[in-house]
């Protein structure tokens, strides 16, 4: 089972990043991650569309089209998710074929605050339910707040809380993926 993971930080540091690599350890055995960065994507344009999809955007969709399902770990910026996931999400939305149409996709957050991007999850959630027709696990949800003390420098994730919450979302992604194409 391939799953790409999505990031919705650019930065080297990103504790989203780190927490998707958590993510990868925490997947059950046949599942596997592979990260891809969106920092290649640029701003959206409708008249760059018209005169071709740029070639990061279709790089990341092709991937995405034949992955088994996606996992998307972004920050709360202003109490939504960044704004260079939203812009990746609406090239990805004029795409056919969409690469999210039926896609099982399982969303975190981790935010330097207490709420662990609590406030941001329902946007992404409505945006890719609704707008890109994703199917997106309903549970658990996993808010990984103040998470500066919860990852090392180097990334490592060292709050077994935490470990455990990936552990049993993972799990149930993996279930979510069987129920909705039993071949994966
Ligand atoms: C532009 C901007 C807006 C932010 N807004 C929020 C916010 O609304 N809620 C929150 O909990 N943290 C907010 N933060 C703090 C981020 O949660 C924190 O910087 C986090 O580490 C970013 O994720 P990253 O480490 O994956 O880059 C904001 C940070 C930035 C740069």
Not at 19 to 29: D, G, H, I, N, V
Not at 57 to 79: C, H, M, R, W
Not at 161 to 179: D, N, R, Y
Request: charged share 20%; proline share 5%.
């Amino acid at each position: 089972m391939n799953i790409i993971g999505i990031c919705g930080s650019l930065r080297q540091k990103s504790i989203n990043h780190f927490a998707l690599e958590a993510a990868a350890k925490a997947m059950p055995s046949g599942m596997q991650l592979e990260i891809l960065s969106i920092k290649d994507v640029p701003l959206y344009n409708q008249d760059v569309q018209n005169a071709g999809f740029p070639d990061a955007v279709q790089t990341l969709a092709q991937a995405i089209l034949k992955a088994d399902g996606v996992l998307i770990a972004s920050p709360e910026y202003n109490f939504s998710y960044s704004g260079v996931l939203k812009n990746a999400i609406d090239w990805w939305s004029r795409m056919d074929p969409a690469p999210f149409k039926h896609k099982p996709v399982a969303i975190m957050s981790a935010t330097g605050g207490p709420l662990g991007g609590a406030r941001s999850q329902y946007d992404l959630r409505k945006v890719l339910s609704g707008g890109l027709e994703a199917l997106v696990l309903q549970r658990p949800e996993i808010f990984i707040g103040m998470a500066q003390n919860k990852f090392g420098a180097d990334g490592a994730l060292n709050d077994e809380a935490t470990v455990k919450m990936l552990e049993t979302q993972m799990q149930a992604f993996q279930s979510w993926i069987l129920k909705l194409s039993p071949k994966a």
